[in-house]
């Protein structure tokens, strides 16, 4: 899957939102984190805001995006 950036607003995260430091290792980096989430756009703010989450947090990747 190729890297997106959507913006959501998820007030109570069950994970750390994820902050690429450039000074640091690939293997240094805190882990990223994928959540299924259900969200709706809000246009006022140009961004998603979470619902409610639809799955458990996982490091490993998903296979494609919906």
């Known amino acids: 899957m190729k890297p ?10 069950s994970v750390a939102a994820f ?10 980096q805190m882990p990223r984190y ?5 969200a ?5 703010n140009n961004c998603f805001e979470t619902i409610e989450q639809i799955g458990n ?4 990747a998903p ?3 919906k």
């Not at 997106?4 to 995260?13: E, L």
């Not at 902050?19 to 240094?28: F, I, R, S, T, V």
């Not at 994928?34 to 259900?38: A, H, I, M, Q, S």
């Open 19 to 28: 902050k690429y430091d450039p000074d640091l290792e690939k293997k240094q």
């Open 63 to 65: 296979k494609y995006l």
């Open 34 to 38: 994928f959540v299924r989430v259900k």
């Open 40 to 44: 709706k756009f809000r246009p006022e």
């Open 57 to 60: 947090s996982t490091t490993q």
């Open 4 to 13: 997106n950036y959507i913006p959501v607003d998820w007030a109570d995260s």
